[in-house]
């Protein structure tokens, strides 16, 4: 043991070189200043622990009384807990017994009630349905909140919330008859909201600034119509607006909105015509072309018919219509006998044919292509709407309306070109052969004439 001390201390002795720390004069330098510390310790450490001692023993009655208190408190709230759980259960027996005897004082008026409970629900969802409440907007919280107060609760309705009821189930019919003046919120086609005067028709429309407007009952606004109905209701709406009393015919919506939402969704003829496509517009072009040329035939032969008329009834030969043209042959050859002048009227004939017959074959070939190409856009449409089919099988009718819009629309196109085209190259067909029926029995009359004379 000393060996064991003694080499402790040579080991804090070099350490303590070898590390170049301070020498201190509390540190020990040789074996017993070593000891003598040791032993200082250990009696401080003693000292230190009996200090200890007696401390926890003084405090102990200390920790002892707290622990008697805290026994006490949870005694007492048990005790108390006990109390509670016996008052409640005799508050439950009161209540059962209360609620008994109310019922039965209620009587009828329950039933009752339950019924006013059941007309304000419905009334609430037809009111937030309806037009007449962007005039009168609070009307339809306040039956949602009486609904669902009485529904979530056992409150029952006072005499003024039953008038209130009645008062505004009898206000939707009496404003159901009216059309009134008032200021509104509007949202507008750009998304702007303007302040507005706003014409209502009972529950079955809005107007403002000529135009009809939609009422949103899930968001409580009212927007413009992004699409107007066509222009006669358009019409009898600013009418309407710009009246001061008297009577103004004017279309109304009985669904609330239903037929004029159908109404607007329906195409108008430019929609209409851009559902054919490709096709469609080339039938079109095809058709504008024929009707010019059958406008041009027909006002080219109505003037020559005009100047064959008059040459037939003067006896001066002009060059300015066929007819004179035919006849000025009887003057350029004189001598000639029946059969040479024959020819050189058939030869005039001839050549005045041409120009009155002149882009008839056009119109009669757009008479027989406009349906062919209808037929085109037929097939090509419903090529489409098999690729269609093909895709996404037949759940989803939208998918297959564009190849259906453009079958049905081409053929439309097609007929609309040639039954037009059919009709006016037969009258003008009729009309340039007439003409040629004249040229061919004034020449008749020239060639007997000159026959009788040789």
């Known amino acids: 043991m000393f060996k064991l001390i003694k080499l402790i201390a040579a080991s804090a002795v070099v350490a303590s070189v070898s590390f170049g720390a301070v020498a201190q004069t509390d ?19 003693d000292k230190q622990n009996t200090q200890r001692e007696k401390e926890f023993i003084n ?11 805290t026994t006490r408190q949870r005694d007492a709230a048990l005790a108390e807990s006990e109390r509670l759980e016996t008052q409640f259960e005799e508050n439950e027996f009161k209540l059962a017994d209360l609620q008994g005897a109310l019922d039965n004082r209620l009587g009828s008026l329950k039933e009752l009630f339950g019924v006013l409970q059941q007309v304000a ?22 039956l949602d909140e009486m609904a669902q107060s009485m529904g979530q609760s056992s409150k029952l309705a006072s005499i003024e919330e039953i008038e209130r009821v009645w008062f505004e189930i009898q206000r939707e019919m009496t404003e159901s008859g009216k059309v009134t ?22 529950p079955f429309a809005l107007i403002s600034d000529g135009q009809f407007l939609e009422f949103n009952g899930v968001t409580g606004s009212v927007s413009e119509l992004l699409r107007q109905p066509p222009a006669r209701f358009g019409d009898s709406a600013a009418a309407l607006q710009n009246s001061n009393g008297e009577l103004v015919k004017l279309g109304v919506d009985p669904t609330g909105g239903s037929i004029m939402g159908l109404l607007v969704q329906a195409p108008n003829l430019q929609e209409r015509v851009e559902q054919g496509g490709p096709v469609g517009y080339i039938i079109l072009v095809v058709g504008a ?34 007819l004179g043209r035919v006849l000025k042959v009887r003057e350029q050859y004189p001598d000639a006998d029946t059969e040479a002048l024959e020819l050189h009227l058939t030869e005039a004939i001839l050549g005045e044919v041409p120009k009155l017959g002149r882009n008839l074959t056009i119109i ?15 097939v090509t449409g419903m090529i489409n709407t098999f690729q269609a089919i093909t895709l996404f099988g037949t759940g989803d009718p939208k998918l297959m309306a564009g190849g259906i819009s453009t079958a049905l629309v081409t053929t439309v196109l097609g007929l609309v070109v040639a039954i037009p085209m059919t009709l006016l190259y037969a009258m003008l067909n009729t009309r340039s052969k007439n003409i040629v029926y004249i040229l061919q029995e004034q020449a008749s009359g020239v060639i007997a004439e000159r026959a009788e004379r040789g």
């Open 121 to 142: 629900g419905d009334t609430k969802n037809k009111f937030y349905n309806s037009m007449i409440s962007t005039q009168f907007p609070e009307r339809a919280a306040f």
């Open 364 to 378: 009669k070939i757009i008479s027989v292509v406009a349906p062919l190409m209808g037929l085109l856009g037929t």
């Open 59 to 69: 405090k102990r009655a200390e920790q002892d009384q707290i622990l008697r208190e």
């Open 181 to 202: 003046r008032f200021t509104t919120d509007v949202v507008e086609a750009g998304g702007a909201k303007v302040s507005k005067e706003v014409v209502r028709v009972g």
């Open 289 to 322: 072309i024929g009707l010019l040329l059958a406008l041009e035939r027909l006002i080219s032969l109505t003037l020559i018919k005009l100047k064959v008329n008059n040459q037939l009834k003067s006896k001066t030969v002009s060059d300015n219509n066929p």
């Open 27 to 45: 540190r020990a330098l040789d074996l017993d200043a070593l000891l003598k510390q040791l032993e200082e310790g250990k009696f401080a450490q």
